[in-house]
């Protein structure tokens, strides 16, 4: 494995670099390549001078050769000459004569290159001596006539002379063809050792050849098709696949860095799949958040998402209380282990020997060890809890709550852990601080709600105990003076008459107002008698359904019977409809009330009065409205309020 600094990057500059090898590797492979066919070259041109030194060895011998025979065409033109005395065989005489100057200076020549030159210098002595001191003065005897040119003693002295020069040139001859031999058997040698310098040189080359190869592929080959395979893997997504760290030099700090691309790939494959999972968790709770489920369900389902993302074994939801003490709102245990935690309804001292009272007491993120022999520590060891992390909840800039992390492993809790709860303690907030705000509205509304119907209750009994009780006596006391008023004041009669009349229709014109604007009916008989009463005087026909026989709470009883005479109203004045269709029942502690028509359709829930009112008197009491109206399709309206709505 390569040494690494500190900070895990691989040194650099150590050793020797793969272009210096390759340079030094070539280098060598180079020099031995030359020191071989230097030899080789050596080799040859030692062969090539035994070669050149046997050629002249044999050219010596031809040369001697061709000089003795021109010592015996000297001897036998002048013995021709003296035993015939014709000049015709002086000519071959003449021309051995002129030739043996240039001949013996070749022989020389050649006997010297041969090796031989000392014996072929006697040889060419004896022959001038031959011609100047024998031939010559023996031919021109006998030209004079001289009878010595005759004599035995001339013969003899001839025959002498020409067996001494023999006998030189045989001496010449057989240590020419010694040295012949001698230079034939290096020649031969030579050629054998130039053909086995260069079977060595080559079978050297190829060996030195090969071994440069065999380097270069392990070297570079190898790891470069490891580096391939290796990236192929990255490529098709195994971000654990790595490089054996062998090579040297560039091929070395390659794999190194091969393997650190593949680790900071690996590392950020995991960030990202972590904050994939963080985002998803987070989109899941702010999609409950959004959807406006209940808290309870929101603190449950962020434990949850904690609990899956830290990988923990508990995690808690705590609310800080007025009285100093922590209530357990919302859990969650791996394998469905709650009871190695603090139970959902349970209350906790806030003090510093709980995460969450650290929490409180320092405003900041917070971890504590259960080590010690107090209430709490001990109790959480009992169930195997080592250590907890905790993380404010701030709602409008207010200490909230905790949400506590808890572990039943050896040792601290991991760094960062805090960073990642602080996401969701800012959700848990936003869904606190929604859900209050919404509970705000909801009583704001209900309360509207309430006192407007308790001004109508009022109003309404106003005008029956007071304004109509009068009109009632009035009309009571214009009957009476039309009663004893005088036959013959049947004009006056007639006025009590008309006037008592009125008063009666007025009386009546003020009990359909004092119904509308709350109907006694309702608070007397309940809500399927005041919607008999709608039904019956609605004008239109009305088909009504009350699948209930018990009270409900006045506020639902108040809102129905509005919601249905608020829909009766609209079908007369705008749907044109033939009837209308009303049915009432309850279901699971739901008020359901479904009402539709034949109309036209095309109504607009957003305008109009008396629809929005309708809706907010619905969402005062946690319900839900809905109406569908299509042109010509007639109109629906379905509500649902929860029945217990004390």
């Known amino acids: 494995m390569r040494e690494r600094t500190p900070d895990g990057q691989p040194k650099t500059g150590v050793g020797v670099g ?106 060419i002595q004896a022959g001038e001596s031959f011609i100047r001191d024998y031939s010559i003065p023996l031919v021109e005897a006998a030209r004079r006539g001289d009878p010595y040119a005759w004599s035995l003693e001339a013969t003899e002295e001839g025959e ?95 794999e190194v860095a091969f393997n650190t691309m593949g680790s900071a790939l690996e590392e950020s494959r995991d960030e990202l799949r972590r904050i994939v999972q963080e985002q998803a968790a987070l989109r899941r709770v702010a999609t409950l958040v959004a959807c406006e489920v209940s808290p309870p369900e929101i603190f449950n389902a962020v434990a949850t998402e904690m609990g899956h993302i830290l990988k923990t074994e508990y995690v808690s939801v705590i609310r800080y209380e007025a009285d100093g003490m922590g209530n357990v709102i919302g859990n969650w245990a791996a394998h469905g282990g709650l009871e190695c935690g603090p139970p959902v309804g349970s209350r906790w001292p806030l003090d510093e020997e709980s995460v969450a009272g650290l929490v409180l007491k320092t405003g900041k993120p917070g971890r504590i060890t259960y080590d010690t022999n107090g209430k709490i520590a001990t109790w959480m060891r009992e169930r195997g809890v080592s250590s907890a992390v905790g993380c404010p909840i701030v709602v409008e800039g207010r200490m909230w709550g905790a949400l506590v992390a808890f572990s039943t492993g050896p040792g601290p809790q991991p760094e960062g852990r805090e960073e990642r709860m602080a996401e969701f303690t800012e959700l848990v907030a936003t869904a606190i601080a929604n859900a209050e705000s919404r509970a705000q509205l909801t009583a704001s509304r209900a309360r509207v709600v309430e006192a407007a119907d308790e001004t109508r209750r009022r109003i309404e009994r106003d005008l029956h105990d007071g304004t109509q009780q009068r009109l009632v006596t009035l009309g009571l006391e214009l009957r009476a003076a039309e009663a004893t008023a005088p036959p013959e004041l049947e004009k006056l009669r007639q006025q009590l008459s008309h006037t008592a009349q009125g008063l009666a229709g007025a009386v009546e014109d003020l009990q359909e107002i004092s119904r509308g604007i709350h109907p006694a009916v309702l608070s007397r008989g309940g809500l399927g008698p005041a919607l008999k009463t709608l039904a019956r005087r609605s004008a239109v026909p009305v088909e009504l359904t009350v699948d209930t026989d018990r009270r409900l709470a006045e506020r639902v009883e108040v809102a129905a019977y509005y919601v249905v005479s608020e829909a009766l109203t609209n079908a007369a004045k705008h749907a044109r409809a033939s009837v209308v269709y009303v049915d009432l029942a309850m279901e699971n502690g739901i008020v359901r009330i479904s009402i539709r028509d034949d109309g036209v359709g095309g109504a607009d829930p957003g305008h109009g009065s008396g629809l929005i009112g309708l809706r907010d008197r619905v969402d005062a009491l946690g319900g839900c409205i809905e109406i569908v109206s299509p042109a010509e399709g007639g109109t629906s309206l379905s509500v649902q309020i929860p029945a217990e709505n004390d």
């Open 18 to 123: 793969l272009t210096r090898r390759t340079a030094i590797a070539s280098g060598l492979l180079t020099l031995l390549t030359g020191l071989v066919f230097a030899a080789l070259l050596w080799a040859i041109s030692g062969l090539q001078q035994a070669v050149d030194e046997r050629r002249y060895t044999r050219t010596a011998l031809v040369e001697a050769g061709q000089l003795e025979n021109l010592i015996s065409d000297l001897d036998t033109g002048q013995r021709g000459f003296v035993i015939t005395r014709q000049e015709s065989f002086l000519q071959p005489w003449e021309a051995a004569r002129r030739a043996y100057s240039g001949q013996a200076r070749e022989f020389a020549r050649f006997s010297y290159d041969s090796g031989d030159g000392r014996l072929a210098q006697q040889i």
């Open 160 to 254: 002498r002379r020409v067996e001494a020069l023999r006998a030189q040139f045989d001496r010449y001859e057989k240590a020419t063809r010694s040295v012949l031999g001698t230079r034939e058997d290096v020649a031969k040698t030579r050629a054998q050792q130039v053909i086995a310098g260069t079977l060595i040189g080559l079978a050297g080359s190829i060996l030195l050849i090969v071994a440069f190869a065999g380097y270069l592929t392990r070297a570079i080959v190898q790891p470069i098709r490891r580096a391939a395979v290796v990236a192929g893997r990255l490529a098709g997504g195994d971000l654990t696949a790595r490089m054996p760290e062998t090579g040297v030099g560039e091929i070395g700090e390659l």
